[in-house]
Antibody, heavy 122, light 113 residues
Framework: DVQLVESGGGLVQPGGSLRLSCVAS????????LSWVRQAPGKGLEWVAN????????SYVDSVRGRFTISRDNAKNLLYLQMNSLRAEDTAVYYC???????????????WGQGTLVTVSS | DIVMTQSPDSLAVSLGERATINCKSS????????????LAWYQQKPGQPPKLLIS???ARESGVPDRFSGSGSGTDFTLTISSLQAEDVAVYYC?????????FGPGTKVDIK
């Protein structure tokens, strides 16, 4: 079975940093694009960033570009999100999600982790 | 960025009745080269991650009950639950994957009347 397990969330002060991790199993990790999607308390889903299967391409939503960095280690089946200069509005549950891609075009999110909560507060 | 909107924000339907959710994109998500709509629907129950229900606007995922169906093309899409069951209480989101920057609709909450 496909499994995605996030970790690394917690309480951090505004301006601080945090690194999230997502370990994958049950599928060929290096063949999938991966994304981080977040959900603020009581709010909807917001795509944050994604990374190509071979890690050569990354994209970000405008609100985190320049502050967050997505990366992956295909040898360890790990996805990361380095979050710097955190703001209160970054408070959310962060999910990792996988998707297949064909000819460089990423498709729907077919598997999701359970999420990890990031709280930015003083 | 492609902006996704959904209507209604919430709806309450009697058990066994039909529920209809609409989704609209600010630009077409239909790739004319393959005639596919890059539109997915997800179900999220309280305390759980989203679950993929439908991809390509109308292709139901394996294991998803056939009471769930998707339709539409271009910029206007619909998710229909033909006969609402108690376990269908959830928030439903549409999402476009046409663009590199993925976007979700704001969600529609479905309850039992």
């Amino acid at each position: 079975d496909v499994q995605l397990v996030e970790s690394g969330g917690g309480l951090v002060q505004p301006g601080g940093s945090l690194r999230l991790s997502c370990v994958a199993s049950g599928f060929t990790f290096s063949s999938y694009w991966l994304s981080w999607v977040r959900q603020a308390p009581g709010k909807g889903l917001e795509w944050v960033a994604n990374i190509k299967d071979d890690a050569t391409v990354t994209s970000y939503v405008d609100s985190v570009r320049g502050r967050f960095t997505i990366s992956r280690d295909n040898a360890k089946n790990l996805l990361y999100l380095q979050m710097n200069s955190l703001r209160a509005e970054d408070t959310a549950v962060y999910y990792c999600a996988s998707s297949i891609a064909v000819s460089g075009v990423e498709y729907q999110f077919d598997s999701w982790g359970q999420g990890t909560l990031v709280t930015v507060s003083s | 960025d492609i902006v996704m909107t959904q209507s209604p924000d919430s709806l309450a339907v009697s058990l066994g009745e039909r529920a209809t959710i609409n989704c609209k994109s600010s630009q077409s998500v239909l790739y004319t080269s393959n005639n596919k709509n890059y539109l997915a629907w997800y179900q999220q129950k309280p305390g759980q991650p989203p679950k993929l229900l439908i991809s390509w606007a109308s292709a139901r995922e394996s294991g998803v009950p056939d009471r769930f169906s998707g339709s539409g093309s271009g910029t206007d899409f619909t998710l229909t639950i033909s006969s609402l069951q108690a376990e269908d209480v959830a928030v439903y989101y549409c999402q476009q994957y046409y663009d590199t920057l993925k976007t979700f609709g704001p969600g529609t909450k479905v309850d039992i009347k």
